[in-house]
């Protein structure tokens, strides 16, 4: 994988997303994978530490499958969602692990109705590579302000 | 021209019972008169002792609108006070929590203040010399609040000088807390990390009403539970075992029947709780070693009594919810008429598997986020309520069901779990403690 296979695939995640094709979104996942956004700065524990997120392929299907209810109450209307994202930085071309790590800033804006909100952070993405396409290992949301009170937040950073 | 202020019939007027007027939730002077009047004359949880173990330690907290700031002294002693300077006014502490080493020094002229709030020292205090200053409140430091009450490591405050006392407030409801704590080996809670904090456009009330609220969760919920039990079906050949996450999601889709005979109790002064023989925390898996730990700790009869008792949520009123059996407090924080704060914190049981805290920061993680999909459509019924309570088609909330006449107000009694008698129960007591001390400036309704 090219330096520039890594930055597209980071931008294309977040057109998936804003286009809202979300069978192609979570397939873009591994098997293991994991949507994680933390509740602390610089936080390394997902498990005995709080979070807002941390999904793996089961619960990420599950949102996804909901958000195309006719009971879904929370998305009438429904939401819609616009990632900017500065030029992705890659950090690691999986020399030692096989593991491609990328941090990109980001101001996310997501609305519903009347309503829109922006969300700024990092988002930091480590990719393998299975039978020659990239697969999410980690996806991990770190927002500027994690720990102020948020409203509903329903579709993805 | 105040309709309310003053006026306790009005205000009595708003609760029926079976009905109850829309300017609870809606009107403005209402809810200063819930600042001035229900908070303060309620106790009111602000944290807990664990959060400030060390001399120095202190938090910062609300009781209506009325900064507090509770400090662990030298003396080992907790001590609440006004979080303000008595000279300008500034609010001395301006974190959630921290620690102030030896002393309080506000920022602003460098008044200090010991840790139980007395004053410290004023530079130039020569300035004072001859003025009368000694006696001003202001002499005497940080306003201590003096009715403070710790539970099992839960700090509870009122700020009204004459009320009920906290045996008195809370009663048998206590057990709520004692199951909580008892579930730790040890005998004792921990709280080791911040809250998760979900902020609400709609009046605190309705988010309170709706802990005990059992006939929503499979109307309301059907989109998010409702789907991870489909998604699970689907999906559970290719799992040795029933994650945590399935196991938290599906009995949210419990049938009325389940929820009917669960039953709901109910106690004086407006607390009550769901699930009382039974909850939809009860068929969780078992954790590796905290049986045996608990039965070491408690003996087998007493450990079998303390895990057997599986409530599901508990309000005390006014203003938080317990969920016993996870572990975790939810603390509806009023701001505004239509905007309330939720802090949903976790605890840690002292001694007690790790496995027992992942699933609390699970549970807390799935329901009581602002990403939560449970929680996601609870907000949006509120946001349409506070909306949809404008209108003056009905000016009425109905809370008729199994209504009977007649229904008593401060009493203890287990009723069908569909009932919506804790609501009515949380309305009695909003009546009580609002006129509670209240100046009567009219005389009769008019």
């Not at chain 2, 003996?299 to 057997?308: F, S, W």
């Not at chain 2, 496995?355 to 549970?363: D, H």
């Not at chain 2, 009905?394 to 069901?401: G, I, Q």
Request: glycine share 8%.
């Amino acid at each position: 994988m090219t330096r520039d296979d890594l930055i597209d695939f980071v931008y294309d995640e977040a057109a998936t997303i804003d286009q809202m094709r979300w069978d192609d979104w979570l397939a873009l996942f591994h098997t293991d994978g994991r949507y994680w956004m933390p509740l602390e700065w610089q936080q390394d524990d997902p498990i005995l530490q709080p979070s807002l997120m941390y999904e793996d392929r089961l619960l990420l299907t599950v949102r996804v499958e909901r958000l195309a209810g006719e009971r879904t109450f929370s998305q009438k209307p429904k939401s819609r969602c616009h990632h900017l994202m500065e030029r992705p930085r890659v950090l690691s071309v999986g020399e030692d692990d096989g593991v491609y790590k990328l941090r990109t800033s980001f101001i996310y804006t997501e609305t519903r109705g009347d309503l829109l909100e922006r969300y700024s952070g990092w988002v930091g993405h480590e990719l393998v590579e299975v039978d020659g396409a990239l697969q999410i290992k980690l996806k991990r949301i770190d927002l500027i302000n994690f720990d102020a009170p948020f409203s509903n937040i329903q579709l993805f950073i | 021209m105040d309709r309310y202020r003053g006026n306790s019939q009005a205000i009595a007027d708003l609760v029926k019972g079976h009905a109850i007027h829309r300017d609870v939730y809606v009107n403005e002077e209402i809810f200063e008169l819930e600042m001035e009047q229900l908070f303060p004359n309620s106790w009111i949880y602000i944290g807990h002792e664990s959060q400030i173990r060390n001399t120095g330690d202190f938090i910062t907290s609300k009781i209506g609108n009325q900064p507090v700031l509770a400090s662990r002294h030298r003396d080992g002693q907790v001590y609440v006070m006004h979080n303000r300077c008595p000279h300008k006014g500034v609010k001395i502490a301006s974190e959630p929590c921290g620690n102030t080493g030896k002393f309080f020094r506000c920022p602003y002229h460098a008044w200090s203040f010991k840790t139980d709030g007395s004053l410290l020292a004023i530079p130039l205090k020569k300035g004072y010399e001859g003025t009368g200053f000694d006696t001003d409140q202001a002499a005497r430091g940080l306003t201590r609040i003096e009715n403070v009450k710790i539970y099992r490591g839960l700090i509870f405050v009122r700020l009204a000088d004459e009320g009920l006392s906290f045996e008195e407030f809370f009663g048998e409801s206590l057990s709520t807390i004692d199951n909580m704590a008892d579930r730790s080996p040890e005998g004792e809670l921990e709280v080791i990390s911040q809250p998760i904090r979900y902020m609400h456009t709609c009046n605190w009330k309705m988010l309170v009403e709706n802990q005990t609220d059992t006939c929503h969760p499979m109307v309301a919920h059907e989109s998010s539970a409702g789907t991870a039990v489909s998604v699970w079906e689907r999906e559970k050949h290719n799992f040795t075992k029933t994650p945590m996450a399935v196991q938290l999601y599906a009995p949210f889709m419990s049938p009325y029947e389940f929820y009917e005979g669960a039953g709901i109790r109910v106690w004086p002064n407006g607390h009550g709780h769901t699930g009382v023989s039974g909850s939809i925390h009860q068929d969780y898996e078992d954790v590796d070693g905290y049986q045996d730990m608990m039965v070491e700790a408690y003996g087998k009869d007493r450990a079998a009594e303390i895990l057997g008792d599986i409530r599901h949520n508990t309000v005390y009123f006014p203003n938080i919810m317990v969920k016993g059996p996870v572990g975790i407090l939810r603390n509806f924080i009023p701001l505004g008429v239509d905007k309330t704060l939720v802090e949903s914190w976790v605890f840690k049981l002292k001694g007690a598997p790790d496995k027992l805290y992942e699933r609390a920061l699970m549970y807390n993680r799935f329901i009581n986020a602002p990403t939560s999909i449970v929680g996601h459509d609870d907000l949006e019924m509120y946001e349409r309520a506070q909306e949809g309570l404008l209108s003056n088609g009905n000016e009425w909330v109905n809370l008729r069901r199994l209504w009977e006449d007649e229904e008593p107000e401060d009493t203890t009694e287990v009723v069908n779990g569909t009932s919506e008698r804790q609501m009515r129960n949380q309305f009695y007591a909003w009546r009580k403690f609002m006129v509670q001390n209240m100046d009567q400036t009219v005389e009769a309704a008019e």
